[in-house]
């Protein structure tokens, strides 16, 4: 009988929980604050709680850390030394004589950008060199916006830096072999679904107005040499290729990025440029790590729960990997507003407790979460730099949402899809 009100308890939380975050209460202080609920209600030992929920997750975690860290770093140097932006201003040279092909160059630079690029800061940088290209050639803010913040979501399958977070749930996955296959698969799957959408809406740009964005955000850059160009892949293919932990591969690039551009041609001016890009780096996810800390409690939370869990969700979950998989595409916009099925929302909560419960393998979860997370982080309106794109370009939320959502709800069923075919036999 105790196990069955714990249990009903626990449920009511997880539910009180979801609407706190729907209603936009604070992630860091909601993590932190259902950890010791949990313990609570669980009627988890107080020793148990200070080493298994508090202790032993955040400590775990910290070398997970040390790659965002670095990807964080190469993110900034790539933006800093001018690669980034001189990649995006290779796009105006298409301009107005193809459009339709500029905007598809503009989609799959910024997917190139952000394959290891993170973070509000690096989209500011190359959003305000990006949406004026587009918004130039013909493009409505209707679909420029949508299609650029798509192109930042599709490459977050393959970004460390992203991927390190969701691996908070699952650390037993790692980022390599079959994973990698399936993220450069998933990201082209939205890939051709941005291109799909702009080629829907091809008489449209054909016939657009030139639209202007009057703002002093436009920003001064570096131009490097093309052969800088390659940089960004630089990780991804040390890993894929020669099984490079991230880390080596992470530094190597930033190390080739300081030779290509010249930032080592002076010890003081190298010193100098190193100090400023780890500093922001380090700024720019200050406020990420403090989130994971309190995730990671929460999991640790759902874990010594799991007696308590287990049943319930034997019992609600469909047993058929495929028949979930399908579920989760159909229940993608959940994931919007941080809701249930957005890993870094309320769906924290559900990666936590199906993680505890081992129903399912964390290689299938994992992938199995984060495309319906990923649909949130490409199109929501809570992810920041959606928020600020929005702004920038004044495009209104209701025409927003209109036109992305479709386009991601779909993607989201054929990658969940994907995500059976590679995880789930």
């Not at 308890?9 to 202080?29: A, P, R």
């Not at 050639?137 to 460390?160: E, H, R, S």
């Not at 941005?194 to 955000?217: M, P, Y």
């Not at 800088?228 to 290729?241: E, R």
């Amino acid at each position: 009988m105790t196990n069955i009100i714990i249990s009903i308890l626990l449920l009511l939380t997880f539910v009180g929980f979801i609407y706190y975050i729907v209603k936009g209460g604070n992630l860091v202080i909601g993590f932190f604050i259902m950890a010791l609920l949990w313990s609570v209600i669980g009627l988890i030992p107080f020793n148990v709680v200070i080493q298994d929920v508090i202790a032993k997750p955040a400590l775990n975690y910290g070398p997970t850390i040390i790659y965002i860290v670095f990807g964080s770093w190469f993110g900034r140097v790539l933006v800093d030394s001018g690669i980034a932006g001189s990649i995006s201003a290779q796009t105006e040279k298409v301009g107005r004589k193809a459009p339709i092909l500029a905007a598809i160059l503009v989609v799959l630079v910024t997917a190139l950008i952000f394959s290891s690029a993170y973070g509000v800061g690096s989209v500011i940088a190359i959003g305000v060199i990006l949406i004026p290209i587009l918004l130039s050639i013909g493009v409505p803010k209707k679909v420029a916006i949508p299609a650029f913040t798509m192109a930042i979501g599709a490459p977050m399958y393959i970004n460390v830096v992203l991927f390190n977070q969701i691996k908070a749930f699952f650390p037993s996955v790692n980022f390599s072999g079959n994973y990698l296959v399936f993220g450069l698969t998933a990201m082209s799957v939205q890939l051709i679904g941005v291109i799909i959408f702009i080629l829907v809406h091809s008489k449209s740009i054909k016939n657009g107005k030139i639209e202007t964005i009057a703002t002093n955000d436009q920003v001064a850059f570096k131009r490097t040499h093309p052969v800088t160009f390659i940089v960004p892949i630089i990780p991804v293919a040390l890993n894929m290729f020669f099984h490079w932990d991230a880390i080596p591969a992470l530094l190597l690039a930033t190390i080739i990025a300081l030779l290509l551009t010249g930032q080592m041609k002076s010890y003081t001016g190298l010193v100098a440029f190193i100090n400023k890009t780890v500093s922001q780096a380090i700024n720019d996810i200050s406020g990420l790590i403090i989130f994971l800390m309190a995730l990671v409690m929460f999991a640790g939370a759902a874990t010594v729960n799991v007696p308590h869990f287990k049943g319930i969700i034997e019992v609600i979950l469909p047993h058929s990997p495929l028949v979930l998989a399908i579920a989760v595409g159909i229940l993608a916009p959940l994931a919007l507003f941080r809701g249930p099925l957005h890993v870094w929302g309320a769906g924290a909560a559900t990666a936590a407790v199906l993680a505890a419960t081992g129903t399912f393998p964390p290689i299938f979860l994992l992938p199995l979460l984060y495309t319906a997370s990923i649909m949130a982080v490409s199109i929501d309106l809570t992810q920041s730099w959606n928020t600020w794109a929005l702004t920038y370009s004044k495009l209104e939320t209701k025409e927003y949402l209109k036109m992305g959502i479709p386009v991601m709800w779909a993607v989201s069923i054929v990658n969940e899809l994907l995500v059976f075919a590679f995880f789930g036999h």
